[in-house]
């Protein structure tokens, strides 16, 4: 870049919209405008000089990125909520900004986990599968039964903004909720969904539907393994649309194979875009493409607020949803001094 030349940014994916307009018109754009993944060395090789990144969950951002990318690197912009592919400490050190997308897309997933819910009880899929193959349709009273809702208990692990607006949704089924969470929620949400707060074993135990809305952190990788599907009911429903590496797929596999748990609904998985394959030959889970927030208007809304937050973080403003306040500090302090 040379003195008065806009500042230079990549975005390394197509995005909906017209977020891309806003960014092209205020700087220097190299736009990987395509809705397939960027490969890693072109992906270095362009963020070199880049005083912005807008980049998506399937970018890895660590030491390499920053290192390819060098000291010009104010911001990484992530279109997402979730940001295990980002080394956020790296990024603080530097110090460049972190910002995603939280709240746009809490109804959709919700939304979302919904469908896995509704579709894995009263086996949707499998219905589908039936009819397009031409098989005989279920004769009798007692052909395809699933699970019904009303009156059962909804486990919800991980009630931030998604796991609450799925336990919202769960009131309307009249299911009874009951959670667990690293910090037990204020009273008045609680109160608000006639929620109880159970230890994590307790909750397997109990819940007729488990679903898993946590990030994914050290702590939370393989947090269901196999002791913890075993302490699962039967007939219960799995649910994870979060992270996949928050389950071991294998275990899981192993446990809707042997009936150790009646069926599972899955929009995320361990090797994404890789499904195990054991995954794929059962007909007791229904599976998603990783689509949580894939509604026009939800990554409408993500690419509007993930250009804002490019912006903001290149322009030297303080990006409205940052991961990394220190990082902010850090330039503020420099700024000043
Ligand atoms: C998120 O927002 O984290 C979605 O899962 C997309 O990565």
């Known amino acids: 870049m040379t003195a008065g030349s806009p500042p230079r940014v990549l975005v390394t994916r197509r995005l909906p919209g017209f977020a891309i307009d806003r960014i092209r018109e205020r700087f220097e ?6 809705d397939l993944r960027l490969p890693r060395q072109d992906l270095l090789r362009r963020v070199r000089r880049a005083k912005g990144a807008l980049v998506t969950s399937s ?27 980002i080394d956020v400490p790296a ?8 910002g995603n997308t ?23 899929g499998e219905g589908d599968r039936l009819i397009r193959r031409g098989d005989r349709w279920p004769a009798g009273l007692a052909g395809m039964l699933g699970m019904g809702l009303e009156g059962k208990v909804l486990g919800i692990v991980g009630l931030g903004r998604i796991g609450r607006a799925v336990a919202r949704r769960g009131r309307a089924f009249g299911m009874r909720i009951v959670y667990h969470n690293r910090r037990r929620a204020p009273t008045e ?12 074993d307790g909750l397997l135990a109990k819940a007729d539907v488990v679903t898993i809305h946590t990030s994914l952190s050290d702590e939370t990788r393989h947090l269901i393994d196999a ?31 042997s009936g150790r748990i009646f069926a599972a609904g899955l929009d995320v998985y361990e090797k994404e875009p890789k499904v195990h394959p054991g995954l794929i030959d059962l007909e007791n889970v229904v599976l998603a493409p990783h689509v949580g927030s894939a509604t026009i208007e939800t990554r409408t809304a993500m690419a509007d607020l993930a ?5 903001e973080g290149v322009e030297g403003r303080r990006p409205p949803c940052l991961v990394n306040p220190e990082a902010w500090e850090a330039w503020t302090r420099g700024n000043s001094g």
């Open 91 to 98: 990024c603080t050190a530097r110090p460049v900004l972190v």
């Open 307 to 311: 250009a804002e937050n490019l912006i």
């Open 29 to 34: 754009l190299d736009h990987h405008d395509s």
């Open 189 to 200: 949400v609680e109160e608000e969904l006639s929620a109880e707060y159970l230890p994590l």
């Open 227 to 257: 002791d913890r599907l075993a302490l699962m009911k039967p007939t219960a429903v799995f649910v994870n649309a979060s992270r996949g590496a928050v389950v071991d797929e294998a275990a899981l596999v192993e446990a809707l194979r």
């Open 102 to 124: 939280p709240d746009v897309l809490t109804e959709a997933t919700a939304e979302l986990t919904w469908a896995l819910i509704l579709s894995a009880a009263r086996r949707v």
């Open 59 to 85: 970018d890895r951002i660590d030491d390499g990125f920053l290192d390819a990318a060098g000291p010009s690197l104010r911001v990484v912009s992530s279109v997402g909520v979730g940001y295990d592919h």
